[in-house]
């Protein structure tokens, strides 16, 4: 009964470099959600996902951010060129459709450090 | 555009006295809300969640919370804290289908 799995736990990247981490939601889950936690901000909301498609990326920055959830295997997320600016602790979660009265399962995040 | 404002960024209190933990939201025609944990190094667990019913809402831990659509708030309680509570609290509101989070608030327990 494994809940959401993020991978890897911890990643240190230098400035330039490419950060691609991944989250496999809840079995039966067809939702994932990311968000981003600076310290004292709180969680940010960046994307809803569903399979092979993108419902809500009004949080992503505009540029070196993307994600996506195929088909088949994880949603990743996937950061070019990262800066020291992007150090945080990213978390996603999954749920059923119609979050709104569903529980959104939360993976254990994983932390980017950018050296 | 649906927000939650938590106004205490830490809040200290000794072992066995009770807290509140602060929430405010913005209003809207219908609404669900939550209070997510989140303990040191971990990812957040939902404490309890608020849909519809009683405006009384029991979670885990013996925390409870009071939806009050008059002052748009969804206060956290627990009577008497242990030090296994030291955590951090997210008020968070359900809004098309993404959950809007609070700051947070951070309980510490003082022995």
């Known amino acids: 009964n494994a809940g959401v799995m993020q991978n890897p736990r911890h990643l240190v990247r230098r400035r330039g470099q490419e950060a691609r981490l991944r989250c496999s939601p809840v079995?039966?889950?067809?939702?994932v959600y990311w968000y981003r936690q600076l310290p004292e901000e709180g969680l940010k909301f960046m994307v809803y996902?569903?399979?092979?498609?993108?419902?809500?990326e009004s949080g992503m920055p505009k540029e070196r951010f993307s994600a996506e959830f195929p088909k088949e295997g994880p949603s990743i997320l996937r950061i070019q060129q990262v800066v020291r600016g992007d150090s945080a602790a990213y978390f996603c979660?999954?749920?059923?459709?119609?979050?709104?009265?569903?529980?959104?399962?939360f993976g254990q995040g994983t932390r980017l450090t950018v050296v | 555009a649906q927000s939650v404002t938590q106004l205490d960024s830490q809040v200290p209190v000794f072992e066995e006295a009770p807290v509140e933990l602060r929430c405010n939201y913005s209003?809207?025609?219908?609404?669900?809300l939550f209070w997510y944990v989140q303990y040191p190094n971990q990812g957040l667990q939902l404490l309890l969640k608020?849909?519809?019913?009683?405006?009384l809402v029991k979670g885990i831990n013996g925390f409870e919370a009071e939806f009050n659509k008059s002052q748009t708030s969804f206060h956290l309680r627990k009577p008497s804290v242990h030090i296994s509570d030291t955590a951090e609290y997210f008020c968070?509101?359900?809004?098309?289908?993404?959950?809007?989070f609070g700051k947070g608030t951070r309980l510490h327990i003082l022995p």
């Open positions: 979660a999954s749920s059923p459709p119609r979050i709104g009265n569903a529980e959104a399962f």
């Open positions: 079995k039966g889950h067809s939702h």
């Open positions: 996902l569903q399979k092979e498609n993108i419902i809500d």
């Open positions: 209003s809207s025609v219908s609404v669900y």
């Open positions: 608020y849909l519809s019913g009683s405006t």
């Open positions: 968070a509101v359900s809004e098309d289908d993404k959950i809007i």
